[in-house]
C-alpha cells in the first residue's frame, strides 16, 4: 500500500511554469515506477508522464515532451512534475500514480494507487 499527495497546482499564466510535487508514503517507494495523469474538464483522464524504479527512464506524452520533465528523489518519496512553457490547454487537475511494471505504464488500469490530484490553471 502506497499514500499519495500532490502539491504545488496554482494559476499561472501562459508561457509560465509550475513545479508539482508527490508525497509518498506506506511501502518502499523505490519499488513502484511512478506516472503523471491529467483530467481537463468534460475530458477523460489521459497520461502525462512515467518515470522508472531508479529513473533512469522517462516517457513523456507527445503533448508534453519538450516542456515538462518528471523527476524522482527516492531517498526524500517524491516524484516531480517540473512544467514550461504553458499553454491554456495544460489546464487540468494533475494526479500522480503509482505502478508497478514499467511498459511504460501509460493506461489508467496499469496504476494501483493515486493520489486525490492538484489543480493546474492557465490563462491566456
Known amino acids: 500500500q502506497v499514500q499519495l499527495v500532490e502539491s504545488g497546482g496554482g494559476l499561472v499564466q501562459a508561457g509560465g511554469s509550475l513545479r508539482l510535487s508527490c508525497a509518498a508514503s506506506?511501502?518502499?517507494?523505490?519499488?513502484?515506477?511512478m506516472g503523471w495523469f491529467r483530467q481537463a474538464p468534460g475530458k477523460e483522464r489521459e497520461f502525462v508522464a512515467a518515470?522508472?524504479?531508479?529513473?533512469?527512464?522517462?516517457y513523456y506524452a507527445d503533448s508534453v515532451k519538450g516542456r515538462f520533465t518528471i523527476s524522482r528523489d527516492n531517498a526524500k518519496n517524491m516524484v516531480y512534475l517540473q512544467m514550461n512553457s504553458l499553454k491554456p490547454e495544460d489546464t487540468a487537475v494533475y494526479y500522480c500514480?503509482?505502478?508497478?511494471?514499467?511498459?511504460?505504464?501509460?493506461?489508467?488500469?496499469?496504476?494501483?494507487?493515486w493520489g486525490q490530484g492538484t489543480q493546474v490553471t492557465v490563462s491566456s
Open positions: 500514480a503509482a505502478a508497478n511494471q514499467w511498459g511504460p505504464p501509460v493506461e489508467l488500469d496499469e496504476y494501483d494507487y
Open positions: 506506506g511501502r518502499t517507494f523505490s519499488s513502484y515506477v
Open positions: 518515470i522508472s524504479w531508479s529513473g533512469g527512464r522517462r
